[in-house]
Structure formats: structure tokens, C-alpha cells
Nanobody, 126 residues
Framework: QVQLVESGGGLVQAGGSLRLSCAAS??????????MGWFRQTPGKEREFVAA????????NYADSAKGRFTISRDNAKSTVHLQMNSLKAEDTAVYYC?????????????????WGKGTLVTVSS
């Protein structure tokens, strides 16, 4: 099993920045080169893909809404992944979820994600 714990959410004004972190643990995570990423969800809407990063960090993928503003990174020595969010907008307000899977491909498909964190709330005031 894999346990994912998010942190770093909070209230920020539009135009500001936040850095989310996700700490991973568990025997499965240690044994497999897992891809990691972030999704977000607002009430009444489906969970949507934000960003993903491969085990080595060589490959990244971003939703159009995140390109140019968000940066995903990881530190495998610390089993953590980060999402640096700049130039935040009111529409970025959501619960942000960390996710992990063994295969990097099709990471943007939430339905096939085996491991999720419990989420951290990001609120951007306009």
C-alpha cells in the first residue's frame, strides 16, 4: 500500500503563490518507481488533472490551466512531490489531491488512479 499526505494548502490572494507538498510512504512506494501528480476538485465537479511527474522527474505533464503558472517537482530521497503554484486565480480554488501510480502513462485519467491522499484546500480570494 501507499500512503499520501498533502500539506501546504491555505488562503491566498489572487496573484499570490502557494507550494503544496505530498509525502509518500509505504512498502509499495519504496519498491516501485511510481509516478506522482496532482488533481483538484470543486463541489459538484469531477476531479480534474493538474500535473504529473515521472519517477525520474524527466517527464512532466500539465493541464492547460496550469501551464506557465504551476511547476511540479519531486525529491525521491525524501519521497515527496511538490506543486509550486504562482499567479493564482480565483478559479484555482479547490481541494488539491496528491496521487500516485506505477505507470506514468495516462496519469491524467483520475478513474484509473490507485492511490490518493485526503486532499488539502486551496482558497484564492479575488
Amino acid at each position: 500500500q501507499v500512503q499520501l499526505v498533502e500539506s501546504g494548502g491555505g488562503l491566498v490572494q489572487a496573484g499570490g503563490s502557494l507550494r503544496l507538498s505530498c509525502a509518500a510512504s509505504g512498502r509499495t512506494f519504496s519498491n516501485y518507481a511510481m509516478a506522482m501528480g496532482w488533481f483538484r476538485q470543486t463541489p459538484g465537479k469531477e476531479r480534474e488533472f493538474v500535473a504529473a511527474i515521472s519517477w525520474s522527474g524527466a517527464r512532466t505533464n500539465y493541464a492547460d490551466s496550469a501551464k506557465g503558472r504551476f511547476t511540479i517537482s519531486r525529491d525521491n530521497a525524501k519521497s515527496t512531490v511538490h506543486l509550486q503554484m504562482n499567479s493564482l486565480k480565483a478559479e484555482d480554488t479547490a481541494v488539491y489531491y496528491c496521487a500516485a501510480k506505477e505507470v506514468y502513462s495516462d496519469f491524467s485519467y483520475a478513474g484509473g488512479m490507485p492511490y490518493w491522499g485526503k486532499g488539502t484546500l486551496v482558497t484564492v480570494s479575488s
